[in-house]
C-alpha cells in the first residue's frame, strides 16, 4: 500500500528540486522516546510510523531547525512537495480549519507533536481496503527559530476530550500548535505514513491501531480517537484541573 501512495507523491517531489531519497525507515514502539533538543523543542520518536527522507538543497542550513509536524491529506501533500509550504491565500491554497489565533489570517500551523498533527482533523484516513485498512500521511519539516508562536489545542471537546492529553510526550495541550507566517522560515524533510485497521502491520505501526474493524469502517476516524484517548487515560495522561497549565 505505500508504494501505490507514494508513486504520486515521489513524482511530485521533483518538482521543487527533491527526491526521497534513502530507505524507508520504521520507528518501531519500544522504549526510547526522544533523539535530544533543538533550540527548545525535542524532537520525540514517532512511534508507529514509517518515513521517507527528502533531499533538500543545502541541508546544513537548516540541520539544527527544531523538527515539527504537518498533517493533511494525500492530495494536499502532494500538492505541498510540488509548491512547498504555502500560506493560505497565495498560489491557490485554501484554508483549511480556520484560522484560530492567527492575527494575519494567513497562517501557517504545525506541531511538535506527530499525535496532534496526525489527528484525522488533520490527516484524514484514506482507504486502502475496504473495511479492513486506512493510512494518513504527516509532513515532517524544520521550521527556523524564533519563527513561531505558541498556542494551546484549538480542537473542540468532540473531536478530543480536553481533559486528556494527546501525546505522552506532554503533560498538558498548552504546547500543541506553532503558528508560522513567513513561508520561508519552514522547509519539508521528510513524508511520514502509518496504517490503520485489523490488517496493518501490528510489528511496524502497533497493536492500537489493529483495533479498528470493519464494523468500524463507515467512521473508522472516530473509533481511532476514541481508542487513543481511552488508551491515554488509562495510562494515566489526564490534565488535572487547576493544576499549572491545566485546562
Not at 524507508?24 to 518515513?51: A, L
Not at 513524508?191 to 485489523?198: N, V
Request: hydrophobic share 35%; with cysteine; glycine share 10%.
Amino acid at each position: 500500500a505505500v508504494d501505490s501512495v507514494i508513486e504520486l507523491l515521489a513524482i511530485a517531489s521533483q518538482s521543487i528540486g527533491g527526491r526521497f531519497i534513502g530507505p524507508w525507515r520504521s520507528f518501531r514502539i519500544d522504549g526510547k522516546t526522544h533523539y535530544g533538543d533543538r533550540h527548545g523543542v525535542r524532537y520525540f520518536k514517532p512511534h508507529g510510523w514509517v518515513k521517507r527522507q527528502l533531499h533538500v538543497e543545502n541541508y546544513q542550513r537548516v540541520r539544527d531547525w527544531p523538527i515539527v509536524y504537518h498533517g493533511s491529506s494525500d492530495e494536499n501533500v502532494a500538492k505541498i512537495l510540488v509548491t512547498g509550504m504555502r500560506r493560505p491565500g497565495e498560489g491557490g491554497v485554501a484554508m483549511a480549519h480556520g484560522q484560530a489565533g492567527s492575527t494575519t489570517r494567513r497562517t501557517m500551523y504545525f506541531s511538535p507533536s506527530i499525535y496532534f498533527s496526525a489527528h484525522p482533523v488533520y490527516a484524514p484516513f484514506q482507504e486502502v481496503e475496504p473495511g479492513r485498512k486506512w493510512f494518513q500521511v504527516v509532513l515532517q519539516c524544520k521550521v527556523r527559530p524564533g519563527s513561531w508562536r505558541v498556542r494551546e489545542n484549538t480542537l473542540g471537546n468532540r473531536h478530543w476530550p480536553h481533559d486528556v492529553c494527546f501525546d505522552p510526550n506532554f503533560e498538558t495541550n498548552d504546547e500543541m500548535e506553532f503558528l508560522l507566517e513567513g513561508q520561508d522560515h519552514v522547509v519539508v524533510i521528510a513524508l511520514m505514513y502509518r496504517e490503520s485497521g485489523c490488517d496493518a502491520d501490528a510489528s511496524v505501526f502497533g497493536n492500537l491501531v489493529t483495533q479498528i474493524e470493519p464494523e468500524h469502517a463507515e467512521r473508522p476516524q472516530y473509533r481511532w480517537t476514541e481508542l487513543l484517548a481511552e488508551a491515554h487515560r488509562a495510562r494515566g495522561l489526564v490534565i488535572i484541573r487547576g493544576a499549572a497549565g491545566g485546562a
